[in-house]
């Protein structure tokens, strides 16, 4: 466990240098203090997640992201006191304060202890028109990026958060990756497969799950790579009482021309090549098992369909914001762009 000390963040830091500190410490916590060390406040990665949704720059001053009431206990109790409060709170950090509010300790669940057995379902069966004829003979999943297949690397990005227990989804030259893959134990992780004999679509592949999953499971696109928390993505569907997560990322684009604003006949205003932003789909879904109630059995359904669909029941869903890397590996500047960028992104990570 790292020293508590390097997640204090000062009430002057921005959002971006708050991220810089939570990220670097592993801990997905910061607490915010005054010069006097003074609690202020403190910001979780959900805390970074919802300000981004909402629109804030990465400049804002964090006391403005923080949670300005956070649950603390006072110094000189024991620990189990502590931990019975963590438990009964479902806290996974505990700020200890003094008498004046200043604080002097952080406690932490132990994550050594926690098992991820939420199931990893991975839709693999697309044709990857797009990439031929580098896919002519082998699936786009298994295209080689940074020397070694893009599924080889999905699946360590899950397993490196505890996530083990795999359902690959395949159609096109199924054999290259059940022959490469076969039961996961070269990989030290659980594969099973289930077939799509015509095309399915990312949502209605699981109605061919052979039994329904009892804990909430990660869906996710075979074509992408990504240095997304799953751990974190896994407690945000739970923490919100989510039936479907969606994760996005946000997509900026510029309109060549001047944008003209009007009344009517009256000319309002002229911008002039305006950017815009909007949040798109990034491929990567949680769904609780009741989800799976809503997907028709043996049709073409795709997961954006389910989601207008839980939209129109009025059931809960919710979005999770990328801000890791991110990339999908559609066409063949995406590939070209993967192969370079990976021993920057991935192979850094593995050194360090």
Known sequence: MKDWKSILVREENTLLETMRIIDKSSLQFAVVVNS????LGTVTDGDIRRSILRGDSLNVNITRVMNPSPIT??????????????????????????????????????????????LV?????????????????????????GGKPILETIIEGFKQYGF????LSVNYKKEVIQNYFQNGEAFDVNISYIEESKRMGTAGALSLLPTKPLKPFFVMNGDLLTQVNFEQLMHY???????????????????PYGAIETDGEKLV?????PIHKSF??????????????????????????????????EKKTTVFPIRE????????????????????????????
């Open 164 to 167: 083990t227990n795999f359902i």
């Open 73 to 118: 206990a006072l110094a000189g109790q024991s620990r189990n006191k502590y931990f019975r409060i963590m438990k009964t709170k479902k806290l996974k950090q505990l700020p200890i304060v003094d008498k004046n509010n200043r604080i002097i300790d952080i406690l932490f669940l132990d994550k050594a202890v926690s098992i991820n057995d939420n």
């Open 237 to 255: 569907h739970m923490d919100n009482h989510s039936l479907a997560t969606m994760c996005v990322r946000e997509y900026e684009y510029q309109i």
């Open 280 to 313: 798109v789909n990034a491929g990567i879904y949680v769904l609780s098992p009741e989800a799976l109630d809503y997907i028709p059995k043996n049709q073409f359904y795709d997961m954006p369909e389910l989601f207008q669909k839980l939209l129109g029941e």
């Open 325 to 352: 890397y991110w990339l999908d590996i559609g066409k063949m500047d995406d590939f070209r762009k993967a192969d370079y960028e990976y021993n920057e992104r991935f192979l850094k990570e593995e050194k360090e």
């Open 121 to 145: 379902v991975l839709m693999v069966g697309g044709l990857g028109t797009r990439l031929r004829p580098l896919t002519n003979d082998i699936p786009k999943p298994m295209l080689q990026v």
């Open 36 to 39: 006097d060390g003074m609690l």
């Open 269 to 273: 205003s002229i911008k002039e090549k």
